[in-house]
């Protein structure tokens, strides 16, 4: 099958300066980028298609926080539902991506002017969700973490 392509050149200041770059015009249903690169002989490849892979519909954060001048806290909760295809109309059972809430925290408290330590629970209630769905599969969601901070001023 024939398909159009344009060959660019990326990082350089004109024509045959810099990395070629292909790039396949109406891509649909067309393989991955580097076995395309591969077949233009290219070191990458970019494709242009009608569809998005991933469209959110509705989303939303809500954040509460309190700043003091040494400590603070905040808690933020983001929902989502994503529309997994490009275009129009609700996307068949088999592409649909079901909303999710996260709630995530975050607090830290200075010692000295020089010294201080942070807190921030990702995921607080541990749901297990889909982030998205794309052509090479499901992309989970984002896991319980907890990451401590210890920042230290040295010097004047």
């Not at 275009?87 to 068949?92: C, D, H, K």
Request: proline share 4%; charged share 20%.
């Amino acid at each position: 099958m024939r398909r159009r392509f344009v060959q660019v050149d990326v990082f350089g200041d004109g024509p045959y300066q810099g990395n070629p770059l292909a790039v396949v015009i109406d891509a649909e249903g067309l393989g991955a980028c580097r076995r395309n690169a591969r077949r233009l002989r290219s070191s990458a490849s970019a494709s242009v298609t009608a569809t998005l892979s991933s469209v959110r519909r509705h989303q939303g954060s809500v954040v509460l926080a309190v700043d003091h001048a040494r400590w603070g806290a905040s808690l933020a909760a983001t929902h989502a539902e994503i529309h997994d295809t490009g275009g129009q109309g609700a996307p068949p059972a088999e592409e649909r991506v079901d909303a999710h809430t996260v709630l995530d925290a975050a607090a830290r408290l200075e010692f000295t002017e020089s010294s201080a330590l942070s807190l921030r629970p990702d995921n607080l209630l541990n749901s297990a969700y889909i982030g998205s769905r794309g052509a090479y599969g499901l992309r989970p969601g984002k896991p319980r973490a907890l990451v401590l901070g210890d920042k230290h001023h040295f010097g004047g």
